[in-house]
């Protein structure tokens, strides 16, 4: 299990109990009243047919691409690519740095490890991984309103 | 009677040392319990789901008498299944706040890799259930339509959430192992 009081002083730290269970409780509320209202005001798909007419927007972006690749092929075989970039995004931006540290990973010194942890910035940092995600954010957005 | 004792001890010590007694470091946020609701969300999924598996009918004929039945019929059964219905929508917005949230702080990095890996798989999962759910209710009696309806829901109800519980199990081992997060 981690332990979270490695190398902290007593004020970087705050207990579980009870500021996270509370912080939770109160979200899970929150999340338990904005389901019921959903319940409230969404309505049910009236007409019961094979395929729902009514597209909900987390599949939008892919129903929008099946329509516009008529190749079945083609158009399962770029979801199932874009699935594994999705899955393999760490493995596939992760250690370039510590890599460049020291090409060779046995010389690698502890040091170099412990910076290379504590470097890890956030992802606007790094520019190439942060213009990846957002074109891909904005071609998925762009996807959703496309009409065919 | 010592053995009594023993087990109360060690019952002491486990609650202590994970909630009473435990620390975490400070400036989590609200945005770090997204994880927590959806596992919420997913619950309240598998709460009203085995509710509607005691009602729904498998079969290209009785399906949509049978959600007609849960749906007027049955007390309560209308809010349980809007809310199963619903429920995906919160459910993948929560799912896809939280992924946003570890993508742009940079949480999936060494050693977090596995939490990004479990918690995709998890994610299209989650899209292939609410597919394989949504096709369930908007079934179309028609003649081939039996053996579809019958492995849409074996898919629906033991397949996927199979792999997802083997998923989850390693998500949270993980995130046991390597802790949600670092000073970033």
């Known amino acids: 299990m981690k332990d979270y009081t490695k190398g902290k002083t007593p004020e970087m730290l705050e207990p579980f109990f009870p500021n996270e269970i509370f912080r939770h409780i109160i979200v899970s509320c929150f999340l338990i009243i904005v389901e019921l209202i959903a319940v409230i005001l969404f309505p049910l798909p009236v007409k019961l047919i094979n395929k729902p007419d009514h597209i909900p927007w987390f599949l939008l972006p892919i129903y929008n691409l099946d329509k516009l690749i008529q190749n079945k092929t083609l158009f399962i075989s770029l979801l199932v690519l874009c699935a594994l970039l999705f899955i393999s995004w760490p493995l596939l931006v992760n250690g370039k740095k510590y890599y460049l540290l020291s090409p060779n990973k046995e010389q690698v010194s502890n040091h170099n490890r412990v910076m290379y942890i504590k470097e890890r910035p956030n992802l606007w940092q790094r520019p190439i991984p942060f213009m990846i995600v957002i074109v891909v954010i904005i071609s998925v957005i762009t996807l959703c309103f496309t009409t065919t | ?184």
């Open chain 2, 1 to 184: 009677m010592i053995n009594d004792t023993e087990n109360r001890n060690f019952l002491r010590e486990l609650i202590e040392s994970n909630v009473t007694k435990k620390l975490i470091p400070k400036g989590l946020g609200w945005f770090g319990c997204m994880g927590g609701l959806s596992l919420l969300a997913f619950m309240m999924q598998l709460g009203t789901g085995i509710f509607l598996m005691f009602y729904f009918i498998p079969s290209a004929r009785e399906a949509l008498a049978s959600i007609q039945y849960m749906s007027h019929s049955v007390p309560y059964g209308w809010l349980i299944q809007r809310i199963h219905a619903v429920g995906p929508h919160i459910m993948i917005g929560m799912v896809l706040s939280h992924m946003l949230r570890i993508l742009f702080k940079g949480i999936y990095k060494h050693p977090r890799e596995l939490h990004w890996i479990s918690g995709a798989c998890l994610l299209i999962l989650t899209l292939l259930m609410y597919y394989t759910g949504s096709l369930l209710s908007a079934h179309n009696i028609s003649d081939n339509s039996t053996m579809n309806l019958t492995f849409l829901y074996a898919i629906h109800l033991a397949g996927i959430p199979v792999v997802m519980a083997l998923f989850m199990g390693m998500h949270f081992f993980m995130v046991r192992k390597t802790g949600i997060c670092e000073p970033l």
